[in-house]
């Protein structure tokens, strides 16, 4: 089952008929009509029952709107979701070492932990563990 299919058949739905979906998608109807066909035979059964006047949804055809709209609002969620991040950092950063090496090494670790991470959606934090001797 295709995604692109599954958009096909929320369009066919909405517009209430093939031509209408056809006019929407900017392809011909036979070709609304040869996807709805493919959608039907990879299920096993019809999804709509075809008049001269309309098409109406069978019991399988309503699940199937309801779970693709579910689906295609998911998938538009995801990728703007996904999009966000546009190269932006996010997460935390943990740095672990002793605490007489960690003003050493890291002197700009206590300027940037006490102050707001450059990145809203990002924290830096210090730890260190003292060392013992004989241990």
């Given at each position: 089952?295709?995604?692109?299919?599954?958009?096909?058949?929320?369009?066919?739905?909405?517009?209430g008929s093939?031509?209408?979906?056809?006019?929407?998608?900017?392809?011909?109807?036979?070709?609304?009509?040869?996807?709805i066909?493919?959608?039907?035979?990879?299920l096993?059964?019809?999804?709509?029952i075809?008049?001269?006047?309309?098409?109406?949804?069978?019991?399988a055809?309503?699940?199937l709107?309801?779970?693709?709209?579910?689906?295609?609002?998911d998938l538009?969620?995801?990728?703007?979701e996904?999009?966000?991040?546009?190269?932006?950092?996010?997460?935390?950063l943990?740095?672990?070492?002793?605490?007489?090496?960690?003003?050493?090494?890291?002197?700009?670790?206590?300027?940037?932990t006490?102050?707001?991470?450059?990145?809203?959606?990002?924290?830096?934090?210090?730890?260190g563990?003292?060392?013992r001797?004989?241990?």
């Amino acid at each position: 089952m295709k995604a692109d299919f599954l958009s096909t058949f929320i369009d066919v739905v909405q517009a209430g008929s093939f031509s209408g979906a056809a006019r929407k998608r900017a392809i011909t109807p036979s070709a609304v009509v040869r996807q709805i066909d493919t959608l039907e035979a990879d299920l096993g059964l019809a999804l709509l029952i075809r008049s001269t006047r309309a098409l109406t949804l069978t019991d399988a055809g309503e699940r199937l709107h309801e779970r693709a709209l579910r689906l295609r609002d998911d998938l538009a969620d995801t990728h703007a979701e996904v999009s966000a991040f546009g190269g932006s950092v996010s997460g935390t950063l943990r740095i672990g070492c002793l605490p007489t090496f960690r003003e050493a090494l890291c002197p700009a670790t206590p300027r940037v932990t006490s102050s707001p991470a450059p990145c809203p959606k990002t924290r830096v934090g210090a730890r260190g563990k003292a060392f013992r001797s004989g241990a």
